[in-house]
T-cell receptor, first 113, second 119 residues
C-alpha cells in the first residue's frame, strides 16, 4: 500500500513567521511530488511541484525533497493570514498506470495576526 | 475560461436512490479523474480515464460507475446510494501523461466540487 502521511495540525504560526509543513511517503519509487493548497469549502489548487532532491523556490514558497529519507516539505516565508488553509501533499508513483496521485490527509495551517 | 465544471454543487439523496454527477472540461485534456474527500481526510481516487472509451478503477470504486464517451465528459454514477457515500466529490483533469517534468503536463485541474449527502 503506497501511503502519504502528513500531520493533520492545526499548525499555528504568527504573521510574518516561517511555516514548515512536512510530508513522508512510503514508496522509494516515487517520481514527483506536489503541494496543493485548499481553502475551506474550495477545491485544491497546485502551488508547488518538485522532482529532484534539494530545494525549489517560488516566491515565498520553498519545496524541499529528500528522496533518501522519503520526505518532502513546504516552507512558507513571511506567512500571511491569507495563507491559512489546508495543505495537501501529493505523490506520483513511478509504477502504476494513469499517472495517478496519492494525497496525504493534509495539514491545516493557521496564520495568526 | 470554464476549465472543469461539475454539477450539481449540492445534492441530498435518500438511501437507495441513484444519481449522476456530471463533469465536463473544455481544455481538451485526455486524463480525467473522480476523487472523493471525506471530512478531515485527503482525496481518494474513485475512477480515472486516460482517454475517451477508456476507464479504470482507483482506490475506492465500489458503489460507483463511470463512462467516458467523449473527451470532454466524465460522469460519475452512484447506484443505490448509501450513507457511506456522503462526501465531497471532485472531478479533475490533466493534459497528458506527464511523463516528463513539465509543470503543464503534470498539473491537475480540479472542479469546484459537489457536496453529496445521503440520508
Amino acid at each position: 500500500q503506497k501511503e502519504v502521511e502528513q500531520n493533520s495540525g492545526p499548525l499555528s504560526v504568527p504573521e510574518g513567521a516561517i511555516a514548515s509543513l512536512n510530508c513522508t511517503y512510503s514508496d522509494r519509487g516515487s517520481q514527483s511530488f506536489f503541494w496543493y493548497r485548499q481553502y475551506s469549502g474550495k477545491s485544491p489548487e497546485l502551488i508547488m511541484s518538485i522532482y529532484s532532491n534539494g530545494d525549489k523556490e517560488d516566491g515565498r514558497f520553498t519545496a524541499q525533497l529528500n528522496k533518501a529519507s522519503q520526505y518532502v516539505s513546504l516552507l512558507i516565508r513571511d506567512s500571511q493570514p491569507s495563507d491559512s488553509a489546508t495543505y495537501l501533499c501529493a505523490v506520483k508513483w513511478l509504477t502504476g498506470g494513469g499517472n495517478k496521485l496519492t494525497f496525504g490527509t493534509g495539514t491545516q495551517l493557521k496564520v495568526e495576526l | 475560461n470554464a476549465g472543469v465544471t461539475q454539477t450539481p454543487k449540492f445534492r441530498i439523496l435518500k438511501i437507495g436512490q441513484s444519481m449522476t454527477l456530471q463533469c465536463t472540461q473544455d481544455m481538451n485534456h485526455n486524463y480525467m479523474y473522480w476523487y472523493r474527500q471525506d471530512p478531515g481526510m485527503g482525496l481518494k481516487l474513485i475512477y480515472y480515464s486516460v482517454g475517451a472509451g477508456i476507464t479504470d478503477k482507483g482506490e475506492v470504486p465500489n458503489g460507483y460507475n463511470v463512462s467516458r464517451s467523449t473527451t470532454e465528459d466524465f460522469p460519475l454514477r452512484l447506484e443505490l446510494a448509501a450513507p457511506s457515500q456522503t462526501s465531497v466529490y471532485f472531478c479533475a483533469s490533466k493534459k497528458g501523461p506527464g511523463t516528463g517534468l513539465s509543470l503543464s503536463g503534470n498539473t491537475i485541474y480540479f472542479g469546484e466540487g459537489s457536496w453529496l449527502t445521503v440520508v
